[in-house]
């Protein structure tokens, strides 16, 4: 039976659904995916995911769409960058079609916390792979744990399709030049954390990173690619040490079939003077198109938005991405699944 929660003002937080599924890695090989219900695992106290950060996830959406359908987004690009951060963390590759089973059985199991049409709410799924294995010296583990849950969630940032504000900050960096920005590895995300928090606490929605290494273009958002646009042009940053975003490689697309050019290219900072319209682009981000930009230590405030409100070509873009996911217009470019459910 359905459950039933505020779904019109769901944030993007843990809320406990019924079933998870794991499988491990052991003596060289994945064993069979299994179904489990408690919130927590054990671990061993030595698992390299604790000690040394042995770990990436990743994050993705199934849709419950107009015609009632439950559908998944572009799955295959996720299992493909888990896979990529895999390689790069010294972690077995978990198989596209165990990653498949994974999401589709938790989505399926799981279907009463899938949010109703209507809400633009969705459920997050999120897969992850660590090192659970012990190692005191520091090596790669052993034995690895691959996990699916979700979580029926709305928007990341408050007010779901809203001009939001973001900090630049300098002071600290979220990856290094050759370091992990390109992959999805959970120290990452320890490393922005302060960062963010700045960002927060000064009342801006989140830090936008520079380049690791000039500190001249822009990089990302702490959880999301970051995107302009001008003289009807889509840009978006070209850089080693940002994560490669599906929903950034999506919109690029969209622009392009839409009738706009697209550059993916370096954008130093002083760009921001010239945008007419900017954006910060995930899986939980969707589109947030940006208000301002405030680089406090320079003493800079770019207005994108003169008026407050998300400008035409990010809300055309958004309209098309979002219709795609949740069924209402067609999918030209193959990039839903339907789940039989
Ligand atoms: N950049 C960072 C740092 C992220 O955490 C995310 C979220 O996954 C993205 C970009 C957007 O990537 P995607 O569109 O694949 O969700
Ligand atoms: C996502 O968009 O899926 C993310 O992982 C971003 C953030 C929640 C870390």
């Known amino acids: 039976m359905q459950i039933q929660l505020d779904w019109a003002n769901l944030g993007f937080e843990y809320i406990p659904t019924k079933y998870k599924v794991k499988a491990y890695y052991k003596n060289g090989k994945w064993g069979k995916l299994e179904v489990f219900e408690e919130d927590y695992l054990p671990i061993h106290i030595a698992a390299t995911t604790l000690h040394y950060g042995q770990e990436a996830f990743e994050g993705l959406k199934a849709y419950r769409g107009k015609d009632g359908k439950v559908r998944l987004f572009r799955w295959q690009e996720n299992a493909l960058r888990l896979q990529s951060s895999a390689r790069r963390l010294l972690m077995p590759e978990v198989p596209i079609e165990m990653f498949h089973e994974a999401i589709l059985t938790v989505t399926k199991l799981n279907k009463d916390f899938i949010p109703p049409y209507g809400y633009g709410a969705t459920f997050y799924l999120r897969p992850l792979l660590i090192g659970s294995g012990p190692k005191v010296g520091v090596k790669p583990a052993d034995e690895y744990l691959f996990l699916v849950f979700g979580i029926p969630a709305g928007s990341y940032f408050k007010g779901g399709f809203k001009t939001q504000d973001f900090l630049i900050v300098r002071k600290y960096d979220r990856a290094a030049p050759l370091g992990t920005g390109n992959i999805k590895a959970g120290g990452n995300y320890a490393a922005g954390l302060i ?18 290494k000039e500190k001249k273009y822009i990089d990302e958002a702490g959880p999301a690619n970051f995107f302009g646009i ?21 919109l690029m697309q969209l622009a392009e079939y839409l009738g706009y050019k697209v550059e993916q290219r370096k954008m130093p900072v002083e760009e921001l003077e010239t945008l007419e319209e900017a954006g910060a682009c995930g899986t939980a981000a969707v589109i947030t198109p940006i208000g301002k930009i405030v680089d406090e230590e320079l003493g800079k405030t770019y207005v994108i938005s003169k008026d407050g409100n998300p400008g035409p070509i990010s809300t055309e873009l958004y309209k098309t991405l979002t219709g795609i996911q949740f069924g209402e217009i067609d999918d030209p470019f193959g990039w839903t699944e339907v789940v039989d459910m």
Request: hydrophobic share 30%.
């Open 230 to 250: 001008k003289n009807k042009t889509y840009i978006t940053p070209k850089s080693d040490s940002i994560l490669p975003s599906i929903t950034n490689k999506s």
């Open 195 to 212: 960062a963010t928090e700045e960002a927060h606490k000064k009342g801006y929605a989140n830090a936008l990173f520079l380049d690791p």
